[in-house]
């Protein structure tokens, strides 16, 4: 059998803990509860650093929007910021990115500023410097260490410090990053931080340098019950983020079958199908919006890639991005129940206890079949849509 209808052993194993332990109703609930939470999961980062250094750029960047639209940071020669303002996530409202006050602008002293700024409020900290960094940053850091929140030191425009140094004929990009990277340690060490980790990124060149590094990284050291949803709020810039996002959306497959063919569920008319289509609506749309397929964000993808809108959608093959509702919903079960016999069987007996269930494991095998089909589309086309605008906008 392929390894497209091989359920993954952890998954086994938290299917039967689920039903072997109590009745499918409770599991339900349970998994009512953890789909409530998502909901309700926050997260806060704060982005920090001298005046001009590119936060308001970075912050923009972070939720995968431009500079110049309605609801960006402002950018440039502006006035600077002088509270704490929230940018919330356009997809992900509970996702806020805030853009603090620059050091040096309220009178900085770092134990004053954490106060000023509300420390408690934010997950982690981002300090951004365009060039070295001071020890003003050093000083923010160690006050953050000591109030026993994360923070990541980011030297932001490296495109910049790139295109100076292609001018000369030796030019070596690695050996180039390594100087900025070194040099910025040394800073750091300088002014008593013992072994630094520096990130250099362009919030022009998202995918690039060591963003994919530093997404990997916050992601690890967050709250499990945080990393998803810095996962999928992020900007699809990498094939590495689009696959993690396939990865942890798939995690939550059984637990949408099993949800679907209990509490609502009805029978589908010509099927020996039992779900809540609603449920199935829902799931595939949360797809959607984290592989970036809506107009929204396939505009933004091309404003900031330079690559035509009309190119990036030629990736789209799947027929859900034109639509995601109960009628296709019922249509795809429809041809699920049809293609998905052995994947049934082989659920049955490699899950019993999935086949002694209320609802019918075949109901929940359709299900699932049909979920796991949908997300593969639709990351598919995320990842066609993404080779394109890496591929057009190197060249
Ligand atoms: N090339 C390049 N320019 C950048 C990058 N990030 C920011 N900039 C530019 O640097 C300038 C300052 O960026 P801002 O994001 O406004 O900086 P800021 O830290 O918010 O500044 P204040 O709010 O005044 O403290 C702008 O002209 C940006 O376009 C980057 O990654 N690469
Ligand atoms: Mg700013």
């Known amino acids: 059998m392929e390894d497209f209808y091989i359920i993954h052993e952890d998954e086994v194993q938290e299917i039967r803990s689920a039903l072997e332990d109590s009745s499918l109703a409770s599991a339900a609930e349970k998994i009512q509860d953890y789909i409530n939470q998502l909901d309700k999961v926050t997260l806060n980062v704060a982005v920090t650093g001298e005046s001009g250094s590119g936060k308001s750029t970075f912050v923009n960047a972070f939720r995968g929007i431009g500079d ?3 609801n960006s940071a402002p950018t440039g020669v502006v006035e600077t910021t002088m509270k704490p303002t929230p940018y919330p996530h356009p997809k ?26 509300d420390f408690e409020r934010y997950d982690f900290f981002i300090i951004i410097a365009s060039e070295r960094f001071k020890a003003s ?24 410090s790139i295109r100076a140094e292609k001018r000369k004929l030796t030019f070596d990009q690695a050996k180039v990053l390594n100087q900025i990277r070194d040099d ?40 499990k019950h945080k990393r998803n949803i810095l996962l999928l709020a992020l900007p699809n810039m990498t094939l590495e983020i689009n696959q993690r996002k396939r990865e942890a959306l798939q995690a939550d497959i059984w637990k949408m079958a099993l949800l679907s063919g209990t509490v609502a569920a009805v029978p589908i008319p010509g099927l020996s199908v039992v779900v809540d289509v609603s449920i199935l609506v829902k799931e595939i749309t949360r ?15 091309s404003a900031r890639t330079g690559v035509p809108l009309e190119e990036l959608k030629s990736g789209l093959k799947s027929p859900l991005n034109k639509e995601i509702n109960a009628d296709v919903v019922i249509k795809l079960l429809t041809k699920a129940a049809g293609a998905s016999m052995m994947f049934v069987e082989y659920l049955l007996s490699n899950v019993p206890v999935v086949g002694s269930m209320a609802a019918g494991g075949i109901s929940y095998g359709t299900t699932y079949y049909m979920l796991k089909n949908c997300l593969d589309e639709l990351a598919d086309d995320s990842q066609r849509v993404l080779l394109k605008a890496v591929k057009q906008s190197e060249v």
């Open 184 to 223: 910025c340690v040394k800073g750091l060490q300088e002014n008593g931080v013992e072994s630094p980790k520096v990130f250099l990124i362009s919030s022009f060149e998202w995918g690039c340098y060591d963003f994919p590094l530093l997404e990997a990284t916050m992601e690890k050291e967050l709250p």
């Open 92 to 117: 992900y409202p509970n996702v806020q990115v805030w853009d603090l006050p620059g050091l040096g602008t309220l009178n900085f002293k770092a134990d004053t500023y954490l106060e000023q700024v």
């Open 68 to 70: 110049e639209e309605q």
């Open 137 to 160: 940053n050093v000083e923010l850091a160690m006050q953050i260490q000591k109030m026993k929140k994360r923070f990541y030191f980011v030297r932001s425009k490296i495109d910049d």
């Open 287 to 301: 797809y959607y919006k984290a592989f970036g397929l809506d107009e929204e964000s396939l505009q933004n993808l």
